[in-house]
């Protein structure tokens, strides 16, 4: 399928070191592993295969609807670049225009709803916040960055022209501590080796381990989507160390230790039916918010798809998650109209998706007979948005 890019082999084999390199996404070399672990994986029950059916289904009817230039903003292509990663389409002009590559439209800053994403501060590319930008600090940088789109690829505001790299070296000069460093997290874990340090603007070091332990520190609230975005750049940062091989001692020991915990104490607020209080982490029961339940449900099974041991995805607490989802989006796939919903609802929507991604890409795609068109896995090419 077209949106059938592998998100944590992309983590596990692409590497920080290739990506600082420039060098190219080893997408044929991750295909061929999942093909050789899926000859070592028992067959799934019935119940399962209904269950993959219905999460791929789901992923299809979504992405055949897509976001458009003229009525969507950045922030909107966003959220679906995140549920699709590289394989993400827009229309361009409108809803009836020509198909545009998603990560294209935001790295070339095409005007999207009157909106430009990219600005310039100095010879540097930056991502702006605001309305229909971006919601969260450095936002743009862990799309990329869980999209394994390379460190090479192009970005262009006006006349400039420079690389994902040139924003990322700009996010380097902007880590300050105490701020919402979630994002940046996901961002360095992937586009920075393991032991580079650098400075920011006022000459202080940094390093990946170093935003850990602020992200660690950080107070945040327990009822906003905030909450799950620290917990998202706690678990990529980790995930990526262990993948590596590296050893999970100092702030890396600390986060695994702290997930864990903040797991289990997730899964105790969890509803009968698989879902979470539009309150997140701050309350617990069912809630009459059909479109809160979702986004909280959504943004919270999309961690715990990424987070969980392997082993404990086929528990009946995170299948019952994944089948709501499921059921919710696929039920109302043929009521969404991406044009007439709010930009709230294209995010929730997005994160939903994205947890029925991760969770296939780690559960079912190892049993797949045939492993996807490495063609469809790799970002789109430099010198054009369109497709």
């Not at 935001?106 to 600005?119: F, I, M, S, V």
């Not at 079912?364 to 497709?387: I, V």
């Amino acid at each position: 399928m077209r949106y059938g890019m592998v998100v944590l082999v992309a983590w596990a084999i692409g590497g920080p070191g290739a990506m600082a390199t420039g060098a190219e996404d080893p997408k044929p070399q991750s295909t061929a592993k999942a093909a050789d672990a899926s000859a070592e994986q028992p067959a799934i029950s019935k119940e399962a295969v209904a269950l993959r059916d219905r999460i791929r289904r789901t992923l299809a009817l979504y992405f055949h609807q897509p976001v458009n230039t003229a009525d969507h903003t950045p922030a909107d292509i966003l959220a679906f670049c995140l549920a699709y990663g590289c394989d993400t389409e827009v229309r361009y002009g409108g809803s009836a225009g020509q198909a545009a590559s998603g990560i294209g439209c935001l790295c070339w800053n095409y005007p999207c709803a009157g909106y430009q994403l990219l600005t310039l501060e100095g010879s540097r590319p930056v991502a702006r916040m605001g309305y229909g930008l971006q919601a969260y600090p450095s936002q743009l940088l862990g799309v990329l960055a869980a999209s394994a789109v390379p460190a090479k690829y192009q970005m262009r505001i006006g006349t400039f022209q420079g690389t994902v790299a040139d924003l990322v070296a700009a996010e380097q000069l902007d880590c300050r501590s105490g701020s919402d460093l979630s994002h940046k997290l996901i961002g360095m874990a992937f586009y920075v080796s393991e032991d580079q340090t650098w400075k920011n603007h006022r000459g202080e070091p940094w390093s990946v381990e170093r935003l850990l332990k602020e992200e660690l520190a950080r107070s945040f609230d327990l009822q906003t989507a905030d909450a799950v975005n620290r917990l998202l750049g706690l678990s990529y940062a980790v995930e990526r160390r262990r993948r590596l091989g590296k050893p999970l001692g100092g702030e890396f020991a600390r986060a695994e230790q702290y997930l864990a915990q903040f797991q289990e104490y997730a899964l105790s607020l969890q509803n009968p039916e698989g879902t979470w209080h539009p309150s997140f982490f701050a309350a617990r029961g069912p809630s009459s918010d059909a479109w809160g339940t979702l986004r909280s449900t959504g943004f919270i099974g999309e961690w715990l798809a990424l987070s969980l041991p392997k082993e404990r995805l086929a528990e009946p607490r995170m299948v019952k998650t994944v089948s709501w989802l499921a059921n919710w989006l696929e039920t109302g796939a043929s009521r969404w109209s991406a044009t007439a919903a709010t930009p709230r609802q294209i995010e929730s929507i997005g994160h939903a998706l994205h947890a029925l991604r991760i969770y296939d890409e780690r559960v079912f795609k190892p049993h797949d007979a045939a492993p996807a068109d490495p063609a469809a896995a790799r970002p789109p090419e430099n010198g054009s948005a369109g497709k």
